[in-house]
């Protein structure tokens, strides 16, 4: 098994940053991508970033290229999501993923932050 540990979220006013970290502990072989997703209520999960093994090949959403930088640091197990110049709708539950595995891929999620962002 996998526990995936997120920190950093909060309270921010529009405009300003937070930095998202979410370490991976337990059964860490063969982790592959990692990423962030996000939640508001009624909506369906949304992908924000994800990064390859490696950290060679990002996407991002388009609501938040150009403000938000996703890396990892993979002798920590660690990958972070720099949010800057964020704004009221950037506000949700943000997720920590995973996927694990050789042969077939398992994705494994955290229990999420809380991003708020006044206005």
């Known amino acids: 098994q996998v526990q995936l540990v997120e920190s950093g979220g909060g309270l921010v006013q529009a405009g300003g940053s937070l930095r998202l970290s979410c370490v991976a502990s337990?059964?860490?072989?063969?982790?592959?991508?990692m990423g962030w997703y996000r939640q508001t209520p009624g909506k369906e999960r949304e992908l924000v970033a994800r990064?390859?093994?490696?950290?060679?090949?990002?996407n991002y959403a388009d609501s938040v290229k150009g403000r938000f930088t996703i890396s990892r640091d993979n002798a920590k197990n660690t990958v972070y999501l720099q949010m800057n110049s964020l704004k009221p709708e950037d506000t949700a539950v943000y997720y920590c993923?995973?996927?694990?595995?050789?042969?077939?891929?398992?994705?494994?999620w955290g229990r999420g932050t809380q991003v708020t962002v006044s206005s």
């Open positions: 993923w995973i996927t694990k595995g050789v042969i077939s891929s398992v994705e494994y």
């Open positions: 337990g059964s860490i072989l063969n982790i592959n991508a």
């Open positions: 990064i390859s093994t490696r950290g060679g090949s990002t």
